[in-house]
């Protein structure tokens, strides 16, 4: 099973900065088969990210998504109000899918 | 509009059981695989079920024999049965479709991303 590991825990910035986001795999992950979700309180989590880079169907383009084998990074280029969330990533590159214990991003 | 109702959770006993149910709107149910994820309070994400289209089923380790998936095309629904629930199966439970499947190196059924969610149900196993 692939274990990820997402950094910083908590992130905190003020709107209009920049946010990196680290995800980090215990081994490979096949076909850069790496997704982000973004999860506000109370609600369920939204796909933003696929296959590494694609962003999902109405996610703007402020959002972005790189790396390759073990390293993956989100960025947000300019935090707007409502970004302040937590982030998941999951990999789908082998069985069982799983997913990183989260980042938040709060409000400096 | 495209959506996913849960309901069924609730307070149950260690060694008890309980089923979710999943109401589907806005696209054609049939033609999606569709799963169960799972949060704990504080916690990340666990898919802990799958059912493909023709039925087929999946399970990780830490449910299988335990909980088992279906679904009802006719009524556009899914469904969860959960047995000898322990402590640790103490979640929200949602809903969610998946962007599709395919065979990893090893044979094993692969989800890929999940596209639609569920609000999500509240299960809580505790004496």
């Known amino acids: 099973e692939i274990v990820l590991t997402q950094s910083p825990g908590t992130l905190s910035l003020s709107p209009g900065e920049r946010a990196t986001l680290s995800c980090r795999a215990s081994?490979?992950?096949?076909?850069?088969?790496l997704a982000w979700y973004q999860q506000k309180p109370g609600q369920a989590p939204r796909l933003l990210i696929y296959g590494t880079s694609s962003r999902a169907t109405g996610i703007p383009d402020r959002f972005s998504g790189s790396g390759s084998g073990t390293d993956f990074t989100l960025t947000i280029s300019r935090l707007e109000p409502e970004d302040f969330a937590v982030y998941y990533c999951?990999?789908?590159?082998?069985?069982?899918?799983?997913f990183g214990p989260g980042t938040k991003v709060d409000i400096k | 509009e495209v959506q996913l109702v849960e309901s069924g959770g609730g307070l149950v006993q260690p060694g008890g059981s309980l089923r979710l149910s999943c109401a589907a709107s806005?696209?054609?149910?049939?033609?999606?695989?569709m799963h169960w994820v799972r949060q704990a309070t504080g916690k990340g994400l666990e898919w802990v079920s799958a059912i493909g289209t023709a039925g087929d089923t999946y399970y990780p380790g830490s449910v299988k024999g335990r909980f088992t998936i279906s679904r009802e095309n006719a009524k556009n629904s899914l469904y969860l049965q959960m047995n000898s629930l322990r402590a640790g199966d103490t979640a929200v439970y949602y809903c969610a479709r998946s962007r599709g499947y395919y065979y990893d190196s090893s044979g094993y059924y692969v989800p890929r991303t999940f596209d639609i969610w569920g609000q999500g149900t509240m299960v809580t196993v505790s004496s």
């Open positions: 999951q990999q789908y590159g082998s069985s069982p899918i799983t």
């Open positions: 806005g696209f054609t149910f049939s033609t999606y695989d």
């Open positions: 081994q490979s992950v096949s076909s850069s088969y």
